[in-house]
């Protein structure tokens, strides 16, 4: 069972908004910046979001990212079919000395 | 542009070892840290530990300490993750990553992937 806690499962439909919550504790998302990843079927991860919310030039503004305390949220705005991927959030943790990923979220868009 | 590419697909043996490359390419800096991460079958993202090439100090997550060696040839840019006593629950699919500063150390660039099967 990882630390950071996220659902297994997501869905939307096309055009759609949706939220994918991370929880952690304080000696990880309370202390340090989080990262959002998107792995799409047989490929390897994308980098999304960093320091929190912050946007690589490349990853369109339809991706968000937002933190509260020791919990963090990845929104997507404007669904579409090719965000169909499992998206995980990936914080340091002080205490364990380590890079910890949440479980990841399956996305489905209906 | 930085690219990581990695070695093939390797079949090992239970009890056996395995060492896997990621040769970068397009003028990223040796100071920038390299980390590994493997993914099980249907299984999430695991942190292995990550190593500066430039220096080759390592860092090992708690799981893999004492199984685990990461190491870098200057001279071909290549760094390699060594594993020993291999077993089953080995099987996985093995990312190397470049943690960029100026993101705040996000794994930015990935490897393709190599697939190690332990049977």
């Known amino acids: ?110 | 542009q930085v690219q990581l590419v990695q070695s093939g697909a390797e079949v090992k043996t239970p009890g056996s070892s395995v060492k896997v490359s990621c040769r970068s390419s397009g003028g990223t800096s040796r100071r920038h840290a390299i980390s590994w991460v493997r993914q099980a079958p249907g299984q999430g993202l695991e942190w292995m530990g990550a190593i500066i090439p430039f220096s080759e100090t390592a860092d090992y997550a708690q799981k893999f300490q004492g199984r685990v060696t990461l190491t870098a040839d200057e001279s071909t840019t290549t760094v390699y993750m060594a594993l020993i006593g291999l077993g089953a629950a080995d099987t996985a699919i093995y990312y190397c990553a470049e943690n960029n500063p100026s993101l705040r150390n996000a794994f930015h660039v990935w490897g393709q992937g190599t697939m190690v099967t332990v049977s």
């Open chain 1, 1 to 110: 069972q990882s630390v950071l806690t996220q659902p297994p499962s997501a869905s939307g439909t096309p055009g759609q908004r949706v939220s994918i919550s991370c929880s952690g504790s304080s000696s990880n998302i309370g202390n340090n910046v989080v990262f959002w990843y998107q792995q799409l079927p047989g490929a390897a991860p994308r980098l999304l979001i960093f320091r929190d919310d912050q946007r690589p030039s490349e990853v369109p503004d339809r991706f968000s990212g937002s933190k509260s305390g020791t919990s963090a949220s990845l929104a997507l705005s404007g669904l579409r079919s090719e965000d169909e991927a499992t998206y995980y959030c990936s914080v340091w943790d002080d205490r364990l000395s380590a890079w910890l990923f949440g479980e990841g979220t399956k996305l489905t868009v209906l």
